[in-house]
């Protein structure tokens, strides 16, 4: 049996037992070296938000993934040109000024969506070199194009009216056209004024 001298000396260098645990577990430890990921951070940061300074030599596809991989994609309009003319985005975005000015403000961790603010123009299509023909030229390919015939049974041939014909001045090629998406048919573009299904004018209004 401990006497209570015994019990003293045991609760003495119990004591002292924990408090040296709690000492040595409590005690500094060697602080983790932040200073390269401190250092990595600021740097980061900054090459995320670093200002694009755009030329007809940049890599579009850096920022401009979705467009870029529709022209691997045979079914794209931007696919059939690529592998069978091997353009390239400036062979068709030639509107320097205006992309220039739509990447001032840009910077590399910016992820756009879509092509907003530049835009391909039908002399751009009808370049040297490119599809190249006369307005008659063009509408003879599509003389037999049944695709816009209208409730009355009216045909009508689409490049034909395409800026051409009353009405029709601000219809151009990437309306029916598109490159980077799934073509829409030439329908849908009619349709956003011969809502009615008929193509002739003023039966609405």
Do not use: F
């Amino acid at each position: 049996m401990k006497t209570p001298k015994n019990m003293a000396k045991h609760t003495i260098a119990l004591a002292v037992a924990m408090a040296v645990i709690i000492t040595v577990g409590c005690s500094s430890q060697p602080a983790k070296s932040t200073e390269s990921a401190n250092d990595a951070a600021p740097q980061q940061a900054a090459e995320e938000s670093a200002q694009v300074t755009w030329t007809p030599d940049s890599d579009c596809a850096s920022c401009h993934a979705d467009e870029s991989a529709s022209t691997t994609d045979a079914s794209m309009g931007a696919g059939i040109h690529a592998q069978s003319a091997q353009t390239t985005c400036t062979a068709c975005h030639t509107d320097e000024s205006n992309l220039a000015e739509a990447h001032k403000n840009m910077t590399s961790g910016a992820t756009p969506k879509k092509l907003n603010k530049t835009c391909v123009s039908p002399e751009g299509c009808k370049a040297s070199g490119c599809h190249d023909l006369s307005n008659e030229e063009m509408a003879a390919l599509t003389q037999e194009v049944t695709e816009l015939t209208d409730s009355k049974g009216t045909q009508v041939n689409p490049h034909e009216v395409m800026g051409l014909t009353e009405g029709h001045a601000e219809i151009v090629c990437t309306d029916c056209h598109r490159m980077h998406k799934e073509n829409i048919g030439p329908a849908e573009t009619c349709i956003s004024c011969h809502h009615a299904g008929v193509y002739e004018c003023n039966t609405c209004h």
